[in-house]
């Protein structure tokens, strides 16, 4: 029986230093939802302090409703699965996978059943005598994943379990983590700082910085309508042009930014804009062109990234960074004009400028 | 030259311990072989003596009680140590290590005073009116056992909380998160994994014990002879050379037939390979 | 909260610990003694058997003694070590397995052993002075601490840093002492410091080894105390146990203590 985690203005120090500052988080039933940021941000922080390895400063942790925060990790019945797989290398696979059963009472051909259909549904029935040190990575992580959903806990929690995998086993592994949760419905956190990772397979993301959630949405939605300026950085809008709005002429917005430059923008194609915002562009989102229209700039160094060239581009508001098609390959000091496309930009409010 | 460089760097300290060391041991080993009595004259005789087997059982007694005493008190304490805070932990490494240091004259004498007739002891048995007369705790083969046992727990402390050390957190915390007790955790992951560093610090504590000359000989003396003060008084007061190189050639054989013999088990019980 | 431990490992803990120090702590009350004989607690405090060591002509003699060969043992150890752990380290492939065995065979074998056999064939078959014969077995008695302290340091060094020395035109020689040495320097003090101090406690390998004129200083407490059962042995102890503190403090200075955790 799968249940809801409910996480409630936690706040939790490592010694003196604090790590997680007023920290909430709601995990519907049955949900994924992945903690994504770079090492340090507090995401696996945050797991430990749901499995009950940390205690916190303050708040309050719940799972289906009852209250976990003081009760020791042993009674806890979460699923873990770790980073580098915390596999008992004096145990067999078996005995590896059957240990959360035995913990609990569970023994002889009940046992026995559950931990080979589990070892089946892994595909490592073969393996149930070996030790974990002759097994590859990719293998090990099955038993870990197996050894963890045997139990058959309310909440399953990964922290990190590919990052020790090669390329194309994460990417394999992953489907197979994403298909096993949605098999069994279970409640899962997900902790990673793979970008393509956390959006490949979750339900929901929530992106961490220094101890805080910075924006917690679908992945659709973090990838176009990035709330703020880390989250927009993050996911790949690499130029910020903070403007002012000067004129508004019904759908159309002037606006200009640094230096004195100047862009028309139609809320119709760009969205509702407020008198301050800052333009968020991908460099797909700034088209080099050699209209009359854009944004005035002088050429820097060209990179080939086999689908377009990329151009560092000085400008009156600043460097920015633009794409230009294959068929018109510029060079370096030459004078172009950059264009905002819309599908590849999103507006900010200012506020959220961190 | 750089093809040889190993060797020629290693010869200085090959050389001496091949002349220094292999040679003159062998030599002790080999003329045991070699006397007029015959071949196996030397071991018939101390075989054949009650006097000699009882040493050789006192011996293997002393340090069987001395290592089953030193690994149970050196485990539990380097469990303690090994979970203390950083701050206590290095308090507690000192004050472990400083005994190691002091040399074995120090460590043994200090029981002298303790266990003599106006030792320590006895002045709180007395003053407590526990005992009428003081107790003569010198000269048995409890004050031997109890001296080695304080001579070689720091050693075992140590040991065992490097091999306590070297278990990853994460193994325990999975432990943990499975719904293992603490109890659980200690007799399913822990002691397991800790059994082979166990096995080579019981090996280290048994040889020592086995082949110990200045404890015994300060709190055992005549009364509590054992194979290291035996061979002493062989070599250097009665100078009957071949007795005592016999003896030397049972310590030698026994010493390494047991390490040899549980660095196998070690390695073969131990998963981690570590 | 993870470290939580029953309140009776904690309690068999602290009884472990005074026992550890305990006994020390006795010595050095006995040697603070103003009796005649030994008794703990102390009765009066005095220095005065601190004093005597230094007017026995026997104890003067043999702390010399002992230094010097403490001093000899631990540098022909440096001496023939460190060159042996840096091949064990750097030419591992050219080396068979059971050299390193070999240098620590003097852990293997008892001390009592070596000693006896030092003495039947090298000091008397030889007619070696007795004094060569001691330097030789602390040195063979110590080289084990070096050959392992200085190869735990050489497993962390990356020796491309040699090498990138080489290539700039450092001759190899030159190398070893201006590159290599500086960067193991805390493990040469370490195995220095171990063998210096395992040199002068030692009893199994001198008892063999010492007479007329020639003794070191713990076969000499262990001498007086057949005679003079009174606190100057405490006190020599005590000075042995100064000697530890200053050596554990130099060691904290430069490495850390938890080194010995190792």
Known sequence: MTQALSIQNITAHYGTTKVLENLSLEVGEGELVSLLGASGCGKTTTLRLVAGFLEPTSGKIELGGKDLTRLPAHQRNIGLVFQNYALFPHLSVTDNVGFGLKQRGVTGPAKTKRVNAMLERVGLAPFGDRLPGALSGGQKQRVALARALVIEPPLLMFDEPLSNLDAKLRVDMRVEIRQLQRANGTTSVYVTHDQEEAFSISDRVAIMHAGRIMQLDMPETLYQRPANAFVARFVGFENLIPMMVVARDGDGVTAEAAGGVRLTLSQDQFGAIPDAFTLACRADGLAVTTGADGIPATLGLRTYLGRAYQYQCDTPAGHLTANGPLTRPLEIGAAARLVPVPEQCTILAPEAVA | ?274 | MTRNIHPVLIALTVLVFIFLVGPLIIVLGAALSDTSYLTFPPQGLSLRWFGNIFEIEAFRRTIVTSLEIAFLSTGIALLVGVPAAYALNRYRIQLPGWLSTLFILPVLVPELVLGFSLLKNVATQFHAPIFISLVLGHSLLVLPYVVRVISASLAAFDFSIEEAAISLGSPRLKTFFTILLPNVRSGVIAAFILAFITSINDVSISIFLTGPGISTLPIQILAHMEQFFDPTVASVSVLLMGLTVAVMAAVERTLGLTFFAK
């Open chain 2, 1 to 274: 030259m750089k093809r040889f460089a190993g060797w020629t760097l290693s010869t200085p300290a090959t050389l001496l311990v091949l002349v220094f060391l292999i040679l003159p041991v062998l030599a002790t080993i080999v003329t045991t072989f070699a006397t007029t009595a015959g071949p196996f004259a030397p071991y018939l005789s101390f075989f054949g003596s009650g006097f000699r087997r009882t040493v050789l059982w006192r011996t293997i007694q002393i340090s069987l009680a001395t290592t089953a005493i030193s690994v149970v008190i050196g485990f539990l304490t380097a469990y303690v140590v090994s979970r203390s805070p950083g701050w206590l932990k290095s308090i507690l490494i000192i004050a472990a290590v400083f005994p190691l240091l002091t040399g074995v004259v120090v460590r043994s004498f200090a029981w002298l005073i303790i266990l003599g007739k106006n030792g320590i002891l006895n002045s709180a048995l007395l003053s407590t009116g526990l005992i009428n007369e003081p107790l003569s705790m010198l000269y048995t083969q409890g004050a031997v056992i109890t001296a080695m046992v304080y001579l070689f727990v720091p050693l075992m402390v140590l040991t065992l909380v490097g091999v306590l050390e070297a278990i990853p957190d994460d193994l325990l915390q999975a432990s943990a998160s499975l719904g293992a007790k603490p109890t659980a955790t200690f007799m399913q992951v822990i002691l397991p994994l800790a059994v082979p560093g166990l096995i080579v610090g019981a090996v280290l504590v048994f040889t020592g014990s086995f082949t110990a000359y200045a404890t015994p000989q300060l709190l055992g003396g005549e009364a509590q002879m054992v194979m290291g003060t035996l061979m002493y008084q062989q070599a250097m007061v009665t100078f009957d050379w071949v007795s005592a190189s016999t003896i030397a050639a049972i310590m030698v054989v026994i010493t390494i037939a047991i390490v040899l013999l549980m660095t196998r088990v070690a390695r073969r019980l131990n998963p981690m390979a570590v």
